[in-house]
């Protein structure tokens, strides 16, 4: 293997754990599940996960920092989250595959 390959190789397992570490808690999937319905403010998800405004907050600042989501301000100045890691989307097919697997026995 070529050095500058290795070198390739090596970031990419990098930035994929990076992900997994922002999807290693499950009030952060719970929360990536919700946004994949929706792009969702975070009031609504607070709701939707029944977690309460604070806890969300502070996971979704943790998703942001490590590349799963974005912020994004409508016309109302309203904030707004959604997904814009690919590999974590791939991810969460795998989780929700899980859990209807899990739930069908």
Known sequence: MKNEDKKT????????????????????????????????RVGNMAECINEPFPIVSQQLAILKRHGVVEKTRNNKNEAFYEIISEFADKVLDVVEEFDIRAVNG
């Open 9 to 40: 190789y090596l970031k990419n397992h990098e930035e994929l754990a990076t992900i997994f570490k922002a999807l290693s808690n499950p009030k952060r999937i719970n929360l990536l599940l919700a946004l994949r319905e929706e792009r969702c």
